[in-house]
């Protein structure tokens, strides 16, 4: 069964430093999307994306976040300088269409931890 | 701001048993997922539910969707081990919307 993939499963960082979290979404899914959770939190949405461009972002998804689809299979997420409060677990998700059932797919996560 | 609270936020009980977990907001919304979550992993969809007061089955999970769109619930009969995790319900408040807004979770853990 086709699945969301994410790299790497963990990424430990410095503070300030620049990471960028790799997906691979379902190949026949046209929308993608963020989301992160910080331990012990709800999961919280950040971004989605269709068409190479932005359609919707949280306000927590500020000028360090960046996210860019470079081929026919990746979806990145970019920090430019992560802060403390980044450390979150980040999940990617994908959707193949607008229906009615929206359902969205979500990867395992990577676990970011900056120190 | 939509918020999604689950009840109970934690659940034990013993193998064989049934229980009920609810999701409630004061806001309408399009569609609903339930989620389930292991820890270290990302949610894996149970199932989705768009019309008021529409009842799905999977296996010994029974979901429901309140006639006002408003809330939900999830239904296990006969609880076992495996269904220990954590539970997370997910709406859209409208059609166009993008963003899945999750409620707070349910913490399950079956006792043997």
């Known amino acids: 069964e086709p699945e969301v993939t994410q790299t790497p499963s963990h990424q430990v960082t410095q503070m300030g430093q620049e990471v960028i979290l790799r997906c691979v979404p379902i190949s026949n899914h046209l929308y993608f999307y963020w989301y992160r959770q910080i331990l012990g939190q709800k999961v919280e949405f950040l971004v989605s994306f269709y068409n190479n461009e932005i359609s919707e972002k949280s306000e927590i998804f500020d000028d360090q976040f960046s996210v860019e689809r470079p081929d026919g299979s990746n979806f990145t997420l970019k920090i430019r300088s992560t802060k403390l409060e980044d450390s979150a677990m980040y999940f990617c998700a994908s959707r193949m269409d607008r229906t009615i059932y929206n359902e969205q797919f979500f990867g395992p996560g990577t676990r970011l931890t900056v120190l | ?112």
């Open chain 2, 1 to 112: 701001t939509q918020l999604l609270e689950q009840s109970p936020q934690f659940l034990s009980i013993q193998e064989g048993e049934n229980l009920t977990v609810y999701c409630n907001s004061s806001s309408v919304f399009s569609s609903l997922q339930w989620y389930r979550q292991e820890p270290g992993e990302g949610p894996v969809l149970l199932v989705t539910v768009v019309t008021g007061g529409e009842v799905k089955k999977l296996k010994r999970l029974t979901f429901q969707f309140g006639d006002a769109r408003k809330d939900s619930s999830l239904h296990i009969t006969a609880a076992q081990p495996g269904d220990t995790g954590l539970y997370l319900c997910a709406g859209l408040t409208n059609f166009g919307n993008e963003k899945l807004t999750f409620g707070t979770g349910t913490r399950l853990t079956i006792i043997p």
